[in-house]
T-cell receptor, first 113, second 114 residues
């Protein structure tokens, strides 16, 4: 069975600082990986996804993520955080034969001015 | 404008009443999902449907029911049997043909039962 772990429940950074949100997955074959962002009281929006090819994926809002098969990780990064990036971030994995993704529990990002 | 609409945004009900949450999409997606979100618990799958007139239970289906009579619509009924129905409910869709397709989410409905 596939699983996703986001080890950090909360992360606090200062505006302008760099950011890395961790995501580890458990799945036998190459998974399909996603990062979503959720602002308070709203639905989720896709930031980026990986399913093959270049292991460094660029997304919207200046985010990127790197797939590392050896570490079973898909960490999300941003070089300079803006106050508007404060939100909940979810990592998700989906196997090739399933319509059902597995979501991590989310990481809440707090941005200090 | 393609997207998913959920109505209403906020819903208040008395304990013991059934309530139906609406989800409509014009993305022409075959698969639709209902999730429940509670603080600190991430997303939990209630029901999903891959095609019209067919749906499957997710991880927490007890106390909920759905129907899928049209491709565009996937309403969720929260019944009086649901022990703790107060939560944020999200509807999602996805294209079919491969697992590389991401889910699209509606804006959510916050249900409060007192």
């Amino acid at each position: 069975a596939q699983s996703v772990t986001q080890p950090d429940i909360h992360i606090t950074v200062s505006e302008g600082a760099s950011l890395e949100l961790r995501c580890n997955y458990s799945y036998g074959a190459t998974p399909y990986l996603f990062w979503y962002v959720q602002s308070p009281g709203q639905g989720l929006q896709l930031l980026l996804k990986y399913f093959s090819g270049d292991t460094l994926v660029q997304g919207i809002k200046g985010f990127e993520a790197e797939f590392k098969r050896s570490q079973s990780s898909f960490n999300l990064r941003k070089p300079s955080v803006h106050w508007s990036d404060a939100a909940e971030y979810f990592c998700a994995v989906r196997s090739g034969g399933s319509y059902i993704p597995t979501f991590g529990r989310g990481t809440s990002l707090i941005v200090h001015p | 404008d393609g997207g998913i609409t959920q109505s209403p945004k906020y819903l208040f009900r008395k304990e013991g009443q059934n309530v139906t949450l609406s989800c409509e999409q014009n993305l022409n997606h075959d698969a639709m999902y209902w999730y429940r979100q509670d603080p600190g618990q991430g997303l939990r799958l209630i029901y999903y449907s891959q095609i019209v007139n067919d749906f499957q239970k997710g991880d927490i289906a007890e106390g909920y029911s759905v129907s899928r009579e049209k491709k565009e619509s996937f309403p969720l009924t929260v019944t009086s049997a649901q022990k703790n129905p107060t939560a944020f409910y999200l509807c999602a869709t996805t294209g079919t043909g491969g697992a590389q397709y991401e889910q699209y989410f509606g804006p959510g409905t916050r249900l409060t039962v007192t």
